[in-house]
């Protein structure tokens, strides 16, 4: 199967890209910056990187048109400016466009655990791409997570942080949320 994988430089993509090759599949990485992608010498002789930023125009040849299936794991909360979800919303408009002319059948986006009554800014523009991906002409699974917790992922790094630097402090009510992390080794 030929699958396109959004993210491949992220946390999750990182470590879903070995997997996918141990499996058998053939792996198109979609990265905005070839530079950054760090893997090693075997896996990246192995896979086809293109390289893609779904905030501007992608000329059409750029993802080849012949894709089975593809991970949506992309995410602009590291984004420096405060507009992040009408970034991760054109991101998703411009991913259906293009897997349009791929005629991809399968999409697996990474979303956040979500309920209907009360969504953080973060959460809402997560299913507002939730609700931007079902418009496309593929079948979406959606995967909803709750924190992923493992050393480098950015939740890690933030409760590790605060934890050394700040052994005592007192909390906003949200920190009694109950979460479903996932843990990664």
Known sequence: MKILLTGANGY?????????????????????????????????????????????????DLIPKDIDAAYYLIHSMSSSTQDFDEKEALSAESFNAHMEQCEVEQVIYLSGIVNEEELSKHLKSRK???????????????????????????????????????PVMITPKWVLTRTQPIGIR
Request: charge should be negative; aromatic fraction near 4%; glycine fraction near 6%.
């Open 128 to 166: 507002n791409v939730e609700n931007i991906l079902y418009q496309g002409s593929f079948h979406l699974t959606v995967l909803r997570a709750g924190i992923i917790v493992g050393s480098g992922s950015s939740s890690f790094e933030i409760i590790r942080d605060l934890c050394e630097k700040l």
């Open 12 to 60: 999750i993509g990182m470590r879903l890209l070995p997997r996918l090759l141990d499996l058998g599949h053939e792996v198109v990485c979609a990265v905005r910056d070839q530079k950054r992608l760090s893997v090693d010498e075997d896996i990246l002789s192995r896979i086809e990187v293109v390289e893609v930023d779904f905030l501007k125009e992608v000329k059409a």
